[in-house]
């Protein structure tokens, strides 16, 4: 037999023989099996150069089909050297965000049906398993049932169309008429705190409202927003004649975790007649924790939320819920139907919720997530993670050589290096991070929190234990301890 009996995929047409597609998938799920099994033992940031991978793929596509075999050699010969793991157990930076294995099944099938929810009858299991999946969601989570979800990719999109809803919300036809060469419009202002996540800037920037619109209120020594500032900042641009448009609270900041004082702004929204937007893309699965439930206070009193079930709900990147209180006005600001898009069921079609025509079926994954898991089963995990982020920071708090830079509420411990021997804490503390992350053992990122560099520690891969956050620890005292030696 030759050793490539397969007949290149040119000299024929139509798809891949089913032969070797099986025999092929079930290879391809054996090789994710055994990265899964070997992860450990892989840099966690890929090593390469930049430019390496470029530099070595060709300059045109084949002009002949390859065989398969040859495709799949390619992934461990240029693609794995250049994949930064993020499943990986010391993967500690940004946010340690991972899928499960279920949820990776959930892609396999979507990506086969290849079904674009856009109308009910092109995606009818997407368009009715979406709700309730999200139903189901919105339940653990505490929320009341005056929230209904929509699934967008990531939360910067989910952030752009509640803005956009905030927008359509106050009558000022600006869907109709648009805000250019208009001399009618009043300052549209947009609030958060400078610890907002930049994709509110990005939101307002799409939306036409330009940067000058937003107000970035200060936060206090814990990096809450300071609720007296905001409604400071509300008077006095009223007094000025401009339009308060929305606030966005952060429940869970990316830089610190840190949360804002929720209830408070309800207040302040309410008064004042304000779109209120919590952005808790991060955080938001811990709200399926009772004991974390009073992190969320007043979060029901919000118009929209956002929270990514990518980032710390174990399902594979990307889904993100945006969950809302006024569907209609959702619909409202993005329905548009095409001649050839116009039908007669009565039906949601999931086109007028924003601005995709076609939607990936991406409930499947998280439906897979929760069934497998099971609300307990999820439970245990995030709550493990919040353990497994106390026993570090406790490990720092007692350390002479450590200290913390943040209060924990859920699995981010921000600290820093700061020996009583060395001055400069900043260029100490980057010098072990980015010797650390340059070995591969493990990833660490950083943020400036009073004007401190901070080390940030995430805990929330599936796959992490005790042992991984004890290695983490090694590693930053050996590396301390070398530079305290070369000192
Ligand atoms: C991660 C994060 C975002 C952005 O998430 P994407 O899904 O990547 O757009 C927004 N806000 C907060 C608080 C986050 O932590």
Redesign the pocket.
Known sequence: MPNNPEKKASAKIGDMPKEEFRKYGHEIVDRIADYFENIDKMPVLSQIEPGWLSENLPENAPLDGENFSSILDDMDRLILPAVTHWNHPNFHG??STSTSSVGIFGEMFSAAYDMKAMLWRTSPASTELEPVVLDWLRKMMGLPPDFSGIIY???????LHAIAMARERIDLKIRENGMSGRTDLPLLRVYCSEH??S?IDKAVILLGLGQRSIVKIPANEKFELDHEKLSEAIRDDIAAGHLPLCVVA?I???SSTSIDPVEKIADICERNNIFLHV?????GSAAIVPEFQSYFKGWERADSI?T?P??WLFTPF?L?ILYVKDKDLLKQTFSLVAEYLKVAETVTNQMDYGIQLGRRFRSLKLWFVMRYFGQEGLIARIREHCRLARLFAGWVDESENFEMLAPVPFALVCFRANPSKIEDLDALNEKIMNDINASGEAYLSHTKLNGKLALRLSVGSIRVERRHLEKIWDLLNEHLNAEIANH
Do not use: E, M, P, R
């Open positions: 940004l946010f990719d990531t939360a910067s999109i989910s952030t907002t996540h994709s952060t869970g900041t990316t952005d808790a893309a991060y955080a956002v990514n990518h980032k990307d993100s």
